[in-house]
Nanobody, 113 residues
Framework: VQLQASGGGWVQAGGSLRLACTSSSVIFRPYAMAWYRQAPGKDRERVAVIQSNNNRDVIESVKGRFTISRSGASNTVYLQMNSLKPEDTAVYYC????????WGQGTQVTVSS
């Protein structure tokens, strides 16, 4: 089982990025899926979750800035990140909401001030 996260990069504060999570071995449709992030020296935290019925939630610090979505047709989970802040700098990972799969490599997001 492999989860591939992509779309990270370097951006100035206030900028935007769109992350994508795909897999060739897992069909996401039945699962609540989530985006997580881990900043240097900090624990991994869950940032956003989307249920199989598309109900979604994000943590307080990204409300109004991050949006999680999913596409069954392309088997992809997205994280649209707007108004990025330096404190959003982290490696971003996707997994199910219950962390049912091995962690992938993640994608680095770096926000400069």
């Amino acid at each position: 089982v492999q989860l591939q996260a992509s779309g990270g990069g370097w951006v100035q504060a206030g900028g935007s990025l769109r992350l994508a999570c795909t897999s060739s071995s897992v069909i996401f449709r039945p699962y609540a899926m989530a985006w997580y992030r881990q900043a240097p020296g900090k624990d991994r935290e869950r940032v956003a979750v989307i249920q199989s019925n598309n109900n979604r939630d994000v943590i307080e610090s990204v409300k109004g800035r991050f949006t999680i979505s999913r596409s069954g047709a392309s088997n992809t989970v997205y994280l649209q990140m707007n108004s990025l802040k330096p404190e959003d700098t982290a490696v971003y990972y996707c997994n199910s909401a219950l962390i049912a799969f091995p962690w992938g490599q993640g994608t680095q997001v770096t926000v400069s001030s």
